[in-house]
């Protein structure tokens, strides 16, 4: 029934005030994991471990080795506004993640948990329990210092987002926070155990190992620093995925102001238009960026998640680090390195007889006279081809060489990923180990973006109902497995060179004509699929250099 106009205003009884507050601040499961995940970052701790089952729907525990908190704290714990994070007034300023004394009071409400503590200058641990809503536990235990938060049947009292509880997505955003919090705090070592298995871990050493324990050791590889760069007490540092590295997805790009993970939009918006000059359409770069900035320049008190942040500036921040990744990404054509010398030395030239001299360096008239429009790339006259391998071209950029392996490479990379998808009748079944089933639970989301259409149809066994254009249906299982440890992307490389022209293959003018023509359409014309050089240019400066002109 519908309340009437007449009905008389009333103040919420105190359990229901809380449960409505909390539903705005405990939304969803990735929820909990954030809130617990800065709890242990704040008590100082050096190991994590976070094990969900269900999506989280079940379960979500989180152990750290952090300070732990003290008999007469564990009263107050799971009242509102109770934390030990705010002295002074008003949230200017705060130096830990938490500063609401929200987030346990609010998982009372909508969870059962059990926090087992034990404080580091006490002798004996505490465990508080709260079920139902209420917190009805407290009794002494023993275990290490440190602290563990477990949380079971989430939203059980909350039938419609139970409904809506989606538990494989859930997964897949928990994994990816963990993962970006992993490379965040790369001095805290984690862990994440999912159902059947750990999916995540972490060293716990340095940035380096953090990048490659979660990134993999040869994508890892392949970032470029940026910064460190200071600009009026605002300081940036970081690292950007090279050139030939992108992703479909933006959750590679982690912001983290005074270790918050956040989002300052103005910094994303500065990410994408860098990354837009660089990558092919709807591509992401890897970035990971660490601000640093005086607290009271820090709104961290902008939105319910603490997802958002405002800072003092961050319009300049923002064009200065956008600057920064177009001179690391953006390096254009790469260039023959000035020490070497290209001159040839009397002692070098063998002894040539004339009947002896190469033709393979004559231009024919038919040649010189091929244009390439311009594209991504000069306009290209194209004069030749040396060694079977190169495209001699002149441009206004100077006389360029053009490998023509990697050139046709990149032809074919751009074309398998416009992500053109290809149904495999009948649906093959492929059976999986353990450990790959968890890892494509992982990557599900990834793959399904770049073209697989994949259904899990019992433990270990899937079906493939669909697969990206470019690759061999016959071998499924075989792709599918380097799908899920090296990503999409690094086959779709592989299959680029796979079907691409050799080196040392005589070309016809109109071949080359064609292939230059179809390059200087691709995105990134000027470093192929593995992030090498296609074109080197000569140009006037370093002729000049070379031959000693000046
Ligand atoms: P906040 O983090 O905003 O202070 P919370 O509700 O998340 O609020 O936590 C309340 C208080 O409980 C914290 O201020 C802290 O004192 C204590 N606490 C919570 N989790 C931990 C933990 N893992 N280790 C030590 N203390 C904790
Ligand atoms: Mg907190």
Redo the contacts with the bound molecule.
Sequence with gaps: MNAQATDPIRILPAQVAARIAAGEVITRPLAVVR??L???I??G?SDIEVHIEHGGYRLIA?H?D????SRT?AA???ERH?????TGDEPAGVT???????????IIAVADFD?R?RHAGEPVGTLISARAGCKDVLRPISRNV??S?EVRDLFAAYPVRRAAADPARELGAIQRWVARAAVVHTQVAFRLRVDRGVTLQTSGTDEQAALAEVFGAEVAQRFLRIGPREHSGTAFVGWVGGPSLHRSRRDSIVVAVNGRLCDIPEISRAIDSAAAENFPRRRYPYVILHIDAPAAWVDVNVHPAKAEVALLDSATLAQHIRQELRRELGRGLHEPTPAVRLALADQDLPRYRLSEVPTEYQSTPDWGALIVLRGNLPELRILGQLDETLIVCASELGTLLIDQHRAHERVIYEALLARSTVAVQPAVHVTLTQRQDVLLQTRFDDLTESGWSLRDTGPGVWQVEAVPAGFDPEDLSAVLDRAIIDGSESILAAAACHAAIRKRRPLSPGVAHALLGALTNTAQPATCPHGQPIVLRLDRQFLERQFEWR
């Design positions: 809130e617990l800065d709890n242990a704040d008590a701790a989180v750290d952090g300070h732990g908190i704290d107050l714990v799971g109770a934390t030990s994070k705010l830990t993640l938490g500063f609401r004394g929200e987030a346990l009071a609010s926090i503590t440190g602290t938060v």
